[in-house]
């Protein structure tokens, strides 16, 4: 298949298997939907999704949220991992929420990408998911399927971000990035992945890729 051709059978592929989609993180606006995302760094949204609630029931806003220690926040979060920084980074970032945006998640990359422990990352899904601003968050499952399917090289997040750009429609990138979410923890998981359940990867993925699958194996010999 052409670039283009796999561009179309990712898409529709995608399209039969999620026609409506769900949000990985639960947050009701995006002051909390910026906080989930900032917690599930290097973590699992399952983890984050059991830690918010007890944190959100005691301060689902900056200015309550100002009124916790950065001790209280860390002493919540701590079963998501990296406690310290982004116990900090809450605490801080409400405290800029305050001061410079009467209490409101700012809705521009500068602007998020400016607040303690966001990054580039964690706005795009911000002004993605909260804003309806088109934009393509890269995580370790993106990343690792557009090297499988031959779109991008897998050199770093930066540039699998650039091919996802160019190759697919702007007008599908927020909907399209949790799709391909979804599929690479059903059908491409980086652990126990299944190539024949795998329809994109084993019809369209890179050759190098595939062949180097356990399944395309048996008894030494190369099926």
Known sequence: MTKEESVKFIIN???????????????KDPYTLLIAVLLSAQSTDVRVNKITPLLFEIADNPYDMVKLSVE???????????????????????QILIEKYNGNVPQSFEALEALPAVGHKTASVVMSQAFGVPAFPVDTHIHRLMYRWNLSNGKNVVQTEKDAKRLFPREIWNDLHLQIIWYGRQYSPARGWDLDKDIITKTIGRKSVIDAHPQSFSNGKKL
């Not at 592929?13 to 947050?27: F, Q, R, S």
């Not at 926040?73 to 991992?81: A, F, M």
């Open 13 to 27: 592929t995608l399209n039969a298997l999620y026609p409506e989609i769900p949000i990985p993180l639960d947050h």
């Open 72 to 94: 209280d926040i860390r002493n919540i979060i701590k079963p998501v991992g990296l406690s310290p920084m982004k116990s900090k980074g809450i605490h801080g970032l409400s």
